[in-house]
Each structure stands twice: as structure tokens, then as C-alpha cells.
């Protein structure tokens, strides 16, 4: 207990404590906190090594929820203003996340004085590798693992959450990438510490005059940016060692500075102010303690949930881009088909995730799509084939869309895609705000939608018990308002109308919406084809920050490099376009989701 008092609250060796009753309501925090609807029993695993660094090991306590798995791991971290603690200190937070269904570990790490920043930091980057790497044996899944810490430890995390590389940036090709953070008594950022002040030289390595660039790299709060991990923080109003704002006479700055950074930069970021406690007493709170929790359960745990996209628009949305030789006197020999660009060696690294070791297309077990063909009703795993025409010859945008979003969610996806021909915003489309006669089309949308999750046990039995939300609306249109005057003119206006509808429709007036360009023909275009994207553009910034526009021209192939070379209206049937048509409103759709 001496050692937790002292790592928890190092500069205030001169408070006094009724030790038995700190003792007492540290037990009993340790068993009620957190405790939910389904608790887990665990197996505990002792003095595990993660790391050995100049003749030290360094080691881990495992606490794994018993059962299948995998589990979503979360790395706990000591406080002790970086000179004291242990793995054992947190043991509190470990056995309730892993009753909660996560894997925990609990680790140590380099202390100063004699191991000056960044080695901390260091150690526990290695530990979210060791994690990653070591996920099957302690039935963890090394794509969601969190972290939490307080005091020194919060720091620490916070640190984590906002410089995490991926494994293709991860010098040891790994990844230090972690999903959310929970961040108690945090120290967040050091720039302001008063510049002669000396009391984290022990750690820092002197003052911040002598030293500037070395509180700069410790400092959350100055890495920032839309790309972090989520964090939850909490604090003690009366926490007198990390105050919530600034401190007092060295400077430094507490939670806020980070939390508000966050913000923004759209980062989603709470805070849990605890009224009246000091630095120590924070750490047993457990009204906050139970909320960083259910945050953690929020980003690592996947829900119920089934992503539903609902995709609209006329043929270009319905998907012509030509994927082998079914028709080998129609498609110019092959050029511009999908096997045949995916042979380009400088390309041929966008692809690798649509066929398999053997060369046969993919078909995704966790995104799935809905396409009302004519009379033909496609449904399935998301693969080649879900477009207007007969058999597997074709992709639309729905392809790489469909990848993307799969590849982004935990949960499962569902697109719907509702797409038909030589169809107007103007008349087919026309939506209820725009006045006159509601588009039959428009009408047609909204039916098949709500017939998709009508029938979703039907045609999906594996997504019957998921709870379907909208997560995002794409529209791919606009060719055929070009060739009426009143219908050019009004297309701003309509599409404005258009949108707004849909969100007043699904009681989704935040709905993300992404509307793809009229871009066939690239650059050079006609000047109806113009006035079109000039609208497209203008409805996009009047609708607001939950709408993205995407340029499609620069994906414009011409026709002696593709297979339809008399279908300029389709981009001549080129797969490499519409591959990266999809690429592109899919990425904006996950932008504007925060992914």
C-alpha cells in the first residue's frame, strides 16, 4: 500500500492518510467498479517479459477474460510522477476490465531518474508491439487494443493515443496505433512549464530553456490531430498536483489543454470532472471510473450495430466498368477491363485486397449488398457482379466503396444500392420540397431502402438480430439534367432539396452525405456538364460540414484505353474508374465519419 500512496501522489509525502480506510475502499473499488450486465471470470498470468533493454527486463501482468474470444486488450499503465510504481499498482482497473470482457496488461516500465523521457514512453509503445504481436495466445484481438493510466500513467497514454503509427509506419513494422484511451490526472502538455523551472529535470533532463525540444515531445497535447484515438479524461476539481487547467506556479497544463486540442480537431474527447477531490483520491472515484470504462466499451467493444449506406444515383452508380472478356469483340481488346489493369505493376497494389492467394475474386463475409436489378434482386457478400447487368462482368462504385467501409468498421456493413438509368433530379428524382409532382423515382429510393431492412432476416440471416442504422448516403447523378434548360437551372436548388429531404426522411438531419461529381469526359467538358459540377459543388457548401463533394474528373481514362469506346456517358466502361470513383466517395464517406 506504501508504494501505491507513493507512486499515486510522489511530491505529497507530508499529507497524512487513515491508511485502513484508504485500504478498505481501494478493496472495495476493486470488486464493484464497473461491474456490468455480463461479468467474466479470468485467468491471471504473473511477470510476463515484453522487453529486455540494456540487461533489464521489463514485465507484464495478463489478466484474460475466460471464454473464446478474442477479447479487445488494454494496456494499463502505473503513475508515479515517472520515478515510482509498478505494474501492481493498477490492479484495481485490470481485474474490473477484465471482468467487463478485456484482456488487461499491466505493465512496467524504464523509471527515472536514471532513465530520462522518452524511454517511458518508449516502453510502452513496445507493449501495445508485444500486444499486437502475442494477440492469439492471450485470446486478444491486436486490432482493438485501448490503454488507460493515471496520474504519470495518464500521461503516458495520452501520449499513445496521439502518436501512433500504423504498421506500415512503424519502423519495427507493427504498429503502436491504439483505438481510445482513458486518462486519469493527466498531464497533457509541458510547453508552458515556466521556462527556469526545475521540477522535472529528473525526468525532462533539465529545464525547458535548456531543454525545450524534449517537453515538446512529451507533451500530448502538441501532436493533436484529426488521425488520434479518442480519450476520456478525468480529474479532481481540487487536484492540486494536475490541476485541471494550469498549474498554478509551474505552469504545465492538466487535461484541458488536450481535451480542447481534441475537440478541435474532431476528435471525439469527454472529460469527468470529480467535484472536491484531490490528485489521490480521483483515482478511486467510481462514478468516473465506470464511465471511462464504458468508453472503452464503446471503441473497442463491436455492438450490435449493422452500417447500412444506402447508395443512389443512375447508371454510373449502377456500375459498367468491365471486368473480363465476356463480350471479347466489344471491349477493344481488353484495355481498361479490371483483370487486365490490375496487371499494372504500378497499380497493381491497389488490388491485392479484391482477389485471393489462387486469383479468384473475394467475397466478403462482413459487407454485404442489395441491388434491385430490373427484375433481378442481387443480394450477398460484396464481390464483383452487383450492377445493372446479368451475371459477374461488372463493378460499380459500390466495389471499393464497399472495401473501404468493411475495412473500417468492426461491425458488419450493408450497402443498398438504389441506382436506375437515364434518370433526372429534375423530374425522376424530384424531391417533395422542390414542389410539384414527388419523382416516382425519388419515391422508388425511399421503397426499396425500407424493404431491404423490411427483409433483412430473409435475405441475410446472418445480419437478422443486428440493429441496422444509416450511416451515409452517396449520390452518383446528373447527366441527364444537362439536357433540359429548366432542369440545368433548378439542379442546385433540387439537389439542395434533395438532400434535405432524405435527412428529414430518416430523422437524420446530421445523416453524412457525399455527392461523386458528374465527371465523365474529365477536365474538358461542354458547358451544360459544367454548370452541372458548379451546382454540384455550390449545394454541397450550402448544405453544410456533414456533406462532402468528390471530384471524379481526374478519374477519366480515355476511350483507346478502355473497353466501351463509344460510351463516353459511362466512362467508356473503364474499371479502373469506377474502381477509383469508389475509392474516392468511399474515403469521404469515412472522413466524414471520423474514421
Aim: aromatic fraction near 10%; include cysteine; glycine fraction near 12%.
Amino acid at each position: 500500500m506504501a508504494n501505491f500512496l507513493f507512486a499515486a501522489a510522489v511530491v505529497s509525502v507530508n499529507n497524512r492518510f487513515d491508511m485502513n480506510r484508504i485500504a478498505a475502499w481501494f478493496l472495495l473499488l476493486g470488486l464493484s467498479a464497473g461491474v456490468t450486465a455480463t461479468e467474466y471470470r479470468f485467468d491471471r498470468t504473473r511477470d510476463i517479459v515484453y522487453k529486455e533493454i540494456d540487461g533489464k527486463k521489463l514485465r507484464l501482468n495478463a489478466f484474460v477474460p475466460k471464454g473464446d474470444g478474442p477479447f479487445p486488450a488494454v494496456l494499463v499503465v502505473h503513475g508515479g510522477a515517472w520515478r515510482a510504481g509498478s505494474r501492481t499498482q493498477l490492479t484495481m482497473y485490470a481485474k474490473s476490465l477484465a471482468r467487463r470482457g478485456f484482456s488487461c496488461f499491466s505493465i512496467d516500465y524504464r523509471l527515472a531518474p536514471r532513465h530520462k523521457s522518452p524511454a517511458q514512453i518508449e516502453d510502452c509503445r513496445d507493449a501495445v508491439r508485444w500486444i499486437r504481436q502475442h494477440a492469439a495466445s492471450y485470446r486478444s484481438d491486436p486490432g482493438r487494443i485501448g490503454a488507460i493510466g493515471y496520474s504519470a500513467g495518464g500521461q503516458l497514454v495520452s501520449l499513445l493515443a496521439t502518436t501512433g503509427l500504423s504498421k506500415a509506419d512503424d519502423p519495427k513494422g507493427v504498429g503502436t496505433k491504439i483505438t481510445a484511451a482513458v486518462a486519469g490526472g493527466a498531464p497533457t502538455d509541458f510547453r508552458s512549464t515556466r521556462e527556469n523551472s526545475r521540477m522535472f529535470s529528473y525526468w525532462l533532463g533539465g529545464s525547458r530553456s535548456d531543454k525545450p525540444e524534449v517537453y515538446h515531445a512529451a507533451s500530448p497535447a502538441a501532436f493533436a490531430d484529426k488521425d488520434d484515438a479518442p480519450i476520456f479524461f478525468y480529474n479532481g476539481s481540487a487536484d492540486m498536483f494536475v490541476p485541471v487547467k494550469t498549474h498554478p506556479a509551474a505552469g504545465y497544463a492538466g487535461p484541458t489543454a488536450l481535451h480542447a486540442a481534441l475537440k478541435k480537431a474532431g476528435v471525439e474527447t469527454d472529460m469527468h470532472i470529480i467535484k472536491g477531490a484531490g490528485h489521490l483520491f480521483a483515482i478511486f472515484n467510481k462514478t468516473a471510473l465506470d464511465a471511462g470504462y464504458a468508453f472503452l466499451d464503446k471503441h473497442l467493444k463491436p455492438s450490435n450495430t449493422l452500417h447500412v449506406f444506402l447508395l443512389a444515383g443512375q447508371s454510373n452508380m449502377q456500375g459498367q466498368g468491365v471486368v473480363d472478356f465476356d463480350h471479347p469483340k466489344y471491349y477493344n481488346g481488353g484495355r481498361g477491363i479490371l483483370k487486365n489493369v490490375m496487371k499494372n505493376t504500378e497499380r497493381a497494389h491497389l488490388y491485392e485486397h479484391i482477389v485471393d492467394a489462387k486469383g479468384d475474386w473475394i467475397v466478403r463475409d462482413d459487407v454485404f449488398v442489395r441491388h434491385q436489378a430490373g427484375e433481378e434482386l442481387k443480394t450477398g457478400g460484396l464481390s464483383i457482379g452487383f450492377t445493372g447487368y446479368g451475371g459477374r462482368h461488372h463493378i460499380g462504385p459500390e466495389f471499393q466503396i464497399g472495401h473501404l467501409v468493411g475495412e473500417a468498421y468492426d461491425e458488419p456493413v450493408l450497402l443498398i444500392k438504389t441506382a436506375w438509368g437515364g434518370k433526372s433530379i429534375h423530374r425522376d428524382f424530384r424531391p417533395p420540397s422542390s414542389g410539384g409532382a414527388t419523382g416516382e423515382f425519388y419515391k422508388k429510393m425511399l421503397a426499396e431502402y425500407r424493404e431491404g431492412l423490411a427483409r433483412l432476416g430473409d435475405e441475410f440471416p446472418q445480419l437478422a438480430k443486428r440493429e441496422p442504422e444509416l450511416s451515409g448516403f452517396v449520390w452518383l447523378q446528373g447527366w441527364n439534367d444537362m439536357f433540359d434548360d429548366e432542369a440545368l437551372k433548378e439542379y442546385e436548388a433540387n439537389l439542395i432539396n434533395f438532400v434535405k429531404d432524405v435527412r428529414r426522411e430518416f430523422g437524420q438531419p446530421d445523416l453524412p452525405v457525399v455527392i461523386g461529381e458528374l465527371g465523365n469526359g474529365g477536365p474538358k467538358a461542354g458547358k451544360n456538364m459544367r454548370a452541372i459540377r458548379t451546382a454540384q459543388k455550390a449545394a454541397t457548401a450550402a448544405l453544410g460540414p456533414n456533406t462532402a463533394f468528390v471530384q471524379t474528373t481526374q478519374f477519366a481514362r480515355p476511350a483507346k484505353e478502355s473497353p466501351n469506346v463509344g460510351h463516353g456517358h459511362h466512362w467508356f466502361g473503364n474499371a479502373e474508374s469506377y474502381f477509383l470513383i469508389g475509392d474516392a466517395l468511399g474515403q469521404a464517406l469515412l472522413r466524414l465519419a471520423g474514421k
